[in-house]
């Protein structure tokens, strides 16, 4: 199957352009992570320099993972269902686009903002414990592996949860049933990264490499089973 | 074969007993027709007859239920339903236009979709064909109905389709812009695009299509509207009189091309006539010889609202048949 990266990169343009005209839109995507730093930088701002050690043999910055988790879902979740719900989809899909082109360009759309938002945040955190936590606090806090870990996991993490929200979409006809459907399709990829962080899930080189390997893994898939899903018939006439 | 080579000569759409089922419900059956390259088509019925299914079937969104169709001279099956889509274009009755971008930023995103060679010359001539060269820049939301309409035309023929379909393309706009898009489609006919036009507007199918076709789920007629109305309603003239006539019967009786006659009020009278064009002056002279005061004489013309209503006018309003089903 031969892909036009050609139309792939008009709906990716297409998506970026209605996200800029539409600031809300990216706002919207920052609240929740935000408030997803709230109690972790209250905690960590508190610490005294004596909780430096035991901190330091801990993962407490991977619970930030959860963040690329969440904050993608909502426009993923509006990807299908917006477009239907603004009388849109229909001209998009008499085009000679394919489902696979279409899905990925709007997952491209999707990533690109939510991996900025994503790292914004976690930069406005870090910043946040350099400037004002105890110096041995955030000398223990801030490791290199888990910062690493961060950077590089953040991508795979928001794709999967880009997947989740876009099959949510391709089924759900309502905008706000499928945006509240995909937060809850995040919580367990946050519940995973939050059982890492409490080392429930001790965090070793060879299970990182694992978890690469399978977010990979459910990338591709997502891809291929909300491809599957989409069904232009159903999405435009509303049956079967 | 070559995509550009394939079909050629034959009809731009042929249909065969094409139907399309929801459940139990049925959206149009058994329905089948040619379009002609080149040809206006259009295609009536009331709400909920099965038009904008058709339209949606034909343009691969929709899968049938049964029979078979070429379309632009491609088998209509799902394997083949990317080609189609690249040969044709479809304007919905909603324009669809995403209201945030601007026309342009609108119109290059679907000719990337079509992978349109030298796009920003396509789309300049497409803007120039819906006279909205100079709106390009224009956010669409700032844009009223009927420019919108233009705009989503413009749309419909980046790609220079074969086949345009056309649903309702002037449901909700008011008579200016009525006109211009149906000066769009006149101008469209002359270059020889073949256009599937879906609509009730019965006055505008007369003016603009070669043929039309009635569908109330199922096909109830097909054929150019002078030949409908000949098909369905015999020729008359209607004959007006100062004073009503003492003997009609002996005037009208043995006239040539006059098949027989009714009164119609005191002074006027119906004749049903096999052609106009010789029954009229006969009867003039007759009426004349007999000493009648003719006030008129003319041809009684029924309107292709006429043979729609004839057609399909006593039948259950199909939007209340779908819901019964």
């Known amino acids: ?240 | 074969m070559d995509d550009q080579d394939h079909g050629r000569g034959g009809p731009a759409l042929s249909v065969h007993g094409l139907s399309k089922r929801f459940g139990n419900r049925v959206a149009f059956e058994d329905v089948s027709f040619e379009v002609g390259r080149g040809e206006v088509f259009g295609f009536l019925g009331p709400n909920g007859a099965g038009k904008t299914t058709t339209v949606r079937t034909l343009g691969t969104l929709i899968t049938p239920t049964s029979g078979s169709a070429e379309i632009a001279g491609i088998p209509l099956v799902p394997q083949n339903a990317e080609r189609i889509r690249r040969r044709i274009s479809i304007m919905p009755e909603s324009p669809g236009l995403y209201l945030r971008l601007s026309v342009a930023e609108n119109l290059e995103c679907f000719a990337d979709l079509y992978r349109t060679p030298d796009p920003r010359e396509r789309i300049a001539r497409a803007l120039r064909t819906v006279d909205l060269a100079d709106r390009a820049d224009d956010v669409c939301a700032s844009l009223s109905k009927g420019l919108r309409q233009r705009v989503a035309l413009a749309r419909a023929l980046l790609s220079d389709p074969q086949i345009l379909f056309l649903d309702e393309p002037t449901a909700g706009l008011d008579p200016v812009a009525t006109r211009a898009v149906h000066e769009l489609i006149d101008r469209l006919r002359r270059r020889g695009v073949t256009i599937f036009l879906t609509t009730h507007r019965l006055e505008e199918a007369e003016r603009l299509c070669d043929r039309v076709a009635i569908l109330n789920t199922t096909l109830r007629t097909i054929g150019r509207p002078g030949e409908l109305r000949d098909q369905l309603f015999a020729k008359s003239l209607t004959v007006t009189t100062l004073a009503p006539l003492p003997d009609p019967d002996h005037i009208f009786a043995d006239l040539p091309a006059v098949d027989g006659w009714h009164p119609d009020g005191s002074c006027g009278y119906i004749l049903a006539v096999s052609d106009p064009a010789v029954a009229a002056p006969a009867a003039t002279r007759a009426l004349v010889g007999a000493g009648a005061d003719v006030l008129s004489i003319s041809s009684l013309h029924h309107s292709l609202q006429d043979v729609y209503l004839e057609l399909v006018g006593t039948d259950t309003p199909a939007d209340e048949q779908a819901g019964r089903r």
Do not use: N
């Open chain 1, 1 to 240: 199957m031969s892909m036009s990266s050609r139309r792939i990169r008009a709906i990716v343009r297409k998506e970026l352009r209605e996200y800029r005209r539409t600031p809300s839109i990216v706002v919207t995507m920052a609240i929740i992570p935000l408030i997803f730093l709230v109690q972790p930088l209250v905690v960590v701002l508190g610490l005294t320099a004596s909780s430096a050690g035991p901190l330091a043999h801990e993962h407490v910055l991977l619970y930030l993972l959860g963040i690329p988790a969440l904050v993608p879902v909502l426009i993923a979740a509006y990807a299908v269902a917006g477009e239907r719900q603004q009388g849109t989809l229909e001209p998009l899909l008499t085009t000679p686009i394919r489902r696979e082109e279409l899905l990925l360009g709007k997952a491209l759309a999707s990533l690109l903002p939510s991996a900025a938002v994503a790292y914004a945040v976690y930069a406005v955190f870090i910043a946040c414990v350099e400037l004002f936590a105890d110096p041995a606090v955030a000398s223990a806090l801030l490791q290199w592996p888990q910062i690493l870990a961060q950077v590089l996991f953040t991508p795979l993490i928001a794709t999967w949860s880009i997947w989740a929200g876009m099959g949510i979409s391709a089924k759900f006809t309502d905008v706000r049933v499928s945006q509240q459907l995909g937060l809850l399709a995040g919580l367990p990829t946050v519940a995973l990264t939050s059982l890492i962080a409490f080392d429930v899930i001790h965090p070793t080189p060879g299970r990182a490499l694992a978890l690469v390997a399978a977010l990979l893994l459910l990338d591709g898939l997502g891809w291929r089973i909300v491809s599957a899903v989409f069904d232009r018939e159903r999405l435009i006439t509303g049956t079967r």
